[in-house]
Every structure is written in C-alpha cells, then in structure tokens.
C-alpha cells in the first residue's frame, strides 16, 4: 500500500510541489544571515533550504522514472542530517529558553518531514559506495564551514553551546552515512 501512495503520479506531484515551495520559504528564512554571511561561504549557509532542493530535484528526475544517484545520496543524507539537526536544535531552544515560538513548532515538524521523506523514498535510489562517498564528504566539509569557520544557522540563545553542537552535529553526520550505506549500499548488496 506505502509503495503504492509513493509511487502515485499525483503524491509525487504534490509532494514536488510541497518541496518547492518549502525550499523557496527556506531560503528566504535564512535571508537575514545570508545578508550578514561572506560571499564565499553563501552556498554553505542554508542547509535545509538545499537539503529539500536536493529532494524536489530528485523528485523531478523520479515523477520521469530516472535516476540520479548523486542528487540521490545528497538528498537523503542532507533531508536526514538537517531534519532531525534542526528537531533537536529547536528542542534544546525550548530547554534553555523555557519556551518556543510557533515557528520554532513548525520548524520541528517540517524537518522531522524532511527526515522521514527521505527515507520513505530509499527502496527507489540507487545510491552506489561512490555516489555515497560525495555526499559524505559534502556533509562533513559543510560541518567545517559551520564550526571551523563559524557560519552555523543563527539560533541566538544557543551560540553559546557552538562547541558542542559542533561536535555533535559531527557525528549526527557519521551515523546519517552510516544509516544511509546500511539503508541503501548495503541492503543492496544483501539483496542480490
């Protein structure tokens, strides 16, 4: 039945549609810290916004029956990553501050979306070691320029805590590969 709604011409319609628009809302959420971000460091910015792109383009390539592994690997490690980062990230909000805002709510609930799209969608990708390989490496370079270099996504109550949301977001990343290799390489390999 899942496989039936996921495969659905007008699911994955509105589904391409909903990605688009949220990827559009997203980097216009980031606007005022892409505003105050230097020109080499924008692309690295906004992560979610770039995460869902990386969906809607496999969405577009997936309503077409093709595949594009790549976008494939940096969609659900990115959707994974940034999903549940940004859950936990809105949860500590609400417990260092004592409360969350509307938004705050709304973002939990679109990224444990993002998180869970991702990977609804895993029996479809064809994610290889080295289409994998990229995504990791994407991921981890993005860690660097968040922490090393300071561009992580502005939560003011929590830039205090930039060290340790450093070194968690690290292995966030770590497990994200390995879940992604055992979700999809993996299960591949165990199913020929």
Known sequence: MLKYILLDKRF?????????FGTIYGYIWYK??????????????????????????FLLFFIFNKNVPYIEALAITSLFKYGIWAVIMNILTLVV?????????MLMASHLGMAVQGLL????????????TV??????????????FEMMPIYSSLT??????????????ILTIIITYMLTIR?????L
Request: aromatic residues 18%.
């Open 135 to 148: 995504a990791g490496i994407v991921l981890l370079h993005n860690d660097i320029i968040d922490y090393v």
């Open 121 to 132: 969608y895993v029996p479809f990708y064809k994610i290889k070691l080295k289409h994998l």
């Open 187 to 191: 299960k591949n390999k165990e199913n």
């Open 32 to 57: 005022s810290q892409l505003s105050i971000t230097p020109d080499i460091f924008l692309i690295f910015v906004p992560d979610s916004p770039t995460a869902s792109l990386f969906f809607t383009i």
């Open 97 to 105: 501050e004592g409360n969350l805002d509307p938004t705050g709510y």
């Open 160 to 173: 205090d805590y930039m060290n340790e949301i450093g070194y968690f977001t690290f292995w966030l990343s």
């Open 12 to 20: 994955l319609l509105a589904l391409f549609l909903i990605n688009f």
